[in-house]
T-cell receptor, first 109, second 114 residues
Framework: GQNIDQPTEMTATEGAIVQINCTYQ??????LFWYQQHAGEAPTFLSY??LDGLEEKGRFSSFLSRSKGYSYLLLKELQMKDSASYLC??????????WGAGTKLIIKP | IAGITQAPTSQILAAGRRMTLRCTQD?????MYWYRQDLGLGLRLIHY???????GKGEVPDGYSVSRANTDDFPLTLASAVPSQTSVYFC?????????????FGDGTRLSIL
C-alpha cells in the first residue's frame, strides 16, 4: 500500500528553527508537495520537490531524498502565524496526490 | 478575485437525504478534485476530473458521484447520505492533472449527517 508518515504534533519557540520530517512509500513518484493549513481553513501550497536536494523559498526550505523516500520542511525565524498544520503529499505514478495526516506545529512565545 | 468557490459553507443533513456540494473555479484550470478531510487522516481523494467531460474515481468514491459538464463547475452529489459521510469536503483544481502544478483549494464545506 501507499503510505505517508509525518509526526502528529511538534512544538517550537518563536524565532527558532523547526524541521518537519516526512517519509513515504508510494507506487511511483512524480514529486512531493508541502502545504500549510491553518485551523478551519483550506490548505495552501508551500513547496514542490521532484529532484534531490534543497529548495529554498524565503523562511521556508524543503529537502528531498528520493532514494531514502524522505523529505523535510525547514521553517526558520518562526513567527506566531506559522502555527498551523503542515501537510506532506506525494504524487504517485497515476499523478494522484497521496496525503499524510499532517503535522500540527505549535509555536510558543 | 480568482479562485475556487464552494457552497454551502456548512450543512447539517438528515441521513438518507440527497445533497449536492457545489464547486466553481474561475482560473480555467483543466483538472478538478474532491477530497474529504477527517480528523487524524490525510486528505482522501473522492473523485477527480482531468478535463471537462471526463471523471475518475479516487480512493473513496463509494456513495458519491460527480459530473463535469464544463471547465468551471464540478459538483459532488451524495445520493443518500449516511453518518460516515460526516466530514469536511474540499474542492481543488490544478492547471493539468498530469504535471507538477500545485492544487488550489476552496474553503471547504463542513457537512454533518445525523
Amino acid at each position: 500500500g501507499q503510505n505517508i508518515d509525518q509526526p502528529t504534533e511538534m512544538t517550537a519557540t518563536e524565532g527558532a528553527i523547526v524541521q518537519i520530517n516526512c517519509t513515504y512509500q508510494t507506487s511511483g513518484f512524480n514529486g512531493l508537495f508541502w502545504y500549510q493549513q491553518h485551523a478551519g481553513e483550506a490548505p495552501t501550497f508551500l513547496s514542490y520537490n521532484v529532484l534531490d536536494g534543497l529548495e529554498e523559498k524565503g523562511r521556508f526550505s524543503s529537502f528531498l531524498s528520493r532514494s531514502k523516500g524522505y523529505s523535510y520542511l525547514l521553517l526558520k525565524e518562526l513567527q506566531m502565524k506559522d502555527s498551523a498544520s503542515y501537510l506532506c503529499a506525494v504524487m504517485d505514478s497515476n499523478y494522484q496526490l497521496i496525503w499524510g495526516a499532517g503535522t500540527k506545529l505549535i509555536i510558543k512565545p | 478575485i480568482a479562485g475556487i468557490t464552494q457552497a454551502p459553507t456548512s450543512q447539517i443533513l438528515a441521513a438518507g437525504r440527497r445533497m449536492t456540494l457545489r464547486c466553481t473555479q474561475d482560473m480555467r484550470h483543466n483538472a478538478m478534485y474532491w477530497y474529504r478531510q477527517d480528523l487524524g487522516l490525510g486528505l482522501r481523494l473522492i473523485h477527480y476530473s482531468n478535463t471537462a467531460g471526463t471523471t475518475g474515481k479516487g480512493e473513496v468514491p463509494d456513495g458519491y458521484s460527480v459530473s463535469r459538464a464544463n471547465t468551471d463547475d464540478f459538483p459532488l452529489t451524495l445520493a443518500s447520505a449516511v453518518p460516515s459521510q460526516t466530514s469536511v469536503y474540499f474542492c481543488a483544481s490544478s492547471e493539468a492533472g498530469d504535471g507538477n502544478q500545485p492544487q488550489h483549494f476552496g474553503d471547504g464545506t463542513r457537512l454533518s449527517i445525523l
